[in-house]
Nanobody, 126 residues
């Protein structure tokens, strides 16, 4: 069973950058599409970005497109999220997870991802 550990969160001012990392173990990392999701207080977990197993294909939520970049390292079993031009509405706990099911065509369905870690808190002040 997969185990994911997210890191890199923090408290920053609007306009700043952060780089999140996610270390995976207990699964054949290179075989999975990986996603980043986030959950703000009182809201449902939402899709942020996903990357194909080879790293050639990426998709982003409209709210982060052009500001965030997802990448992966299949040697070190990590997936990263570079976040630039951060906004207060980006404040949330950020999670990474592998896509273990394909019940929907869309890549953004939370239910198709599993092995959620504890997440890393990102707080953006105005």
């Amino acid at each position: 069973q997969g185990h994911l550990i997210e890191s890199g969160g923090g408290l920053v001012q609007a306009g700043a950058s952060l780089r999140l990392s996610c270390a995976a173990s207990g699964l054949t990392f290179r075989s999975y599409c990986m996603g980043w999701f986030r959950q703000a207080p009182g809201k449902e977990r939402e899709f942020v970005a996903t990357i194909g197993w080879r790293g050639a294909t990426t998709h982003y939520a409209d709210s982060v497109k052009g500001r965030f970049t997802i990448s992966r390292d299949n040697v070190n079993n990590t997936v990263n999220l570079q976040m630039n031009s951060l906004k207060p509405e980006d404040t949330a706990v950020y999670y990474c997870a592998p896509r273990v099911r394909y019940t929907r065509i869309t890549y953004s369905f939370t239910g198709d991802y599993d092995y959620w870690g504890q997440g890393t808190q990102v707080t953006v002040s105005s």
